[in-house]
């Protein structure tokens, strides 16, 4: 199976001491991994790491084999990020942020702007301004900005943060979709678990800057009713000094 990202002991800390510590992780092929933590845990910091947007004090961080440290434009050829989103201008329209965006990518095919409107259900709301956009509709066409280029791994950070249940659901649902038939890989990040659940096949709970347990979904699910339970059971062992997750217990108030 292909490796598509590869994190190997990423540690990034803030000078107010808060980050993210020795967090390894690997994304293959296909995969909708799913990044699960409270507000505070550490997902962004990771994702922005990944992305370039921040600079790990240790670890390493490799793109489709390609090392973002010293090969950064190689590596992120083929990947596109929605990190702390709200990239629309109100007063313009969706195709026109996307004509926007899209003078970034000079080689873009004719009709491209087209077909990413219509991929994420967006071609007959593309001529209106944005400010008449509702909040699943802007993330819908963040999608699109990022999609534009044509990515093997979509990182998104929060897709759903924000939205009612039926703009979830038509995220969710568009994720699966992309994942399915235009075979984008995606990491995502979310602090909802049920969410998770419903979207990912792989999953890393991340807690207090330290990713403690990651697995394939249906192995996950073996032992256990719902990730949440997982995720409860595991926090308590960390409180209660459970020696399988002794070296969290420093870390945790
Ligand atoms: N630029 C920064 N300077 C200092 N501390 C930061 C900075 N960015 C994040 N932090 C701290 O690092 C920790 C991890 O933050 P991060 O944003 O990565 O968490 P998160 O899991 O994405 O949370 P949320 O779901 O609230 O976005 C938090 O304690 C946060 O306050």
Redesign the pocket.
């Known amino acids: 199976m292909e490796k598509v990202l590869h994190v190997q002991a990423l540690t990034k800390q ?3 001491g ?3 510590e020795d967090v390894c992780f690997d994304v293959y092929k296909g995969d909708v991994y799913g ?1 699960f ?12 790491v990944i992305t370039g947007l ?1 600079i790990a004090d240790k670890g390493t961080v490799q793109l489709f084999g390609h090392r973002i440290r010293d090969q950064f434009e190689t590596a992120m050829e083929r990947v596109s990020a929605v990190i702390e989103t709200a990239i629309a201008y109100d007063y313009m329209s969706g195709a026109e942020n996307l004509r926007l965006v899209s003078r970034f990518y000079p080689d873009l095919p004719k009709g491209r702007i087209d077909e990413v409107l219509e991929q994420v259900g967006l071609t007959s709301y593309q001529y209106e301004k944005v400010s008449q956009y509702s909040l699943g509709m802007k993330q819908r066409l963040a999608l699109a900005a990022s999609l534009l280029s044509h990515p093997r791994l979509l990182i998104w ?2 897709p759903t ?1 924000g939205l009612d249940i039926e703009g979830m659901v038509e995220v969710r649902r568009l994720i699966q979709r992309l994942a399915r038939e235009q075979e984008i890989t995606f990491l995502i ?1 979310s ?1 909802m678990i049920h969410e998770m659940e419903q979207i990912c096949n792989r999953v890393g709970f ?1 807690y207090k ?1 330290k990713l403690f347990r990651q697995g394939n979904l249906k192995e996950l699910l073996n032992d256990h009713q719902t990730l949440e339970q997982i995720y409860l059971n595991e926090i308590q062992g960390i409180k209660e000094g459970n020696p399988d997750a002794s070296y969290l217990r420093q870390s945790v108030e």
């Open positions: 803030y000078r107010n808060r980050g993210v990044l933590g409270p507000n505070g845990a550490g997902k962004t910091t990771v994702l922005k921040c950070d929060e943060n990040s602090h991340i800057g």
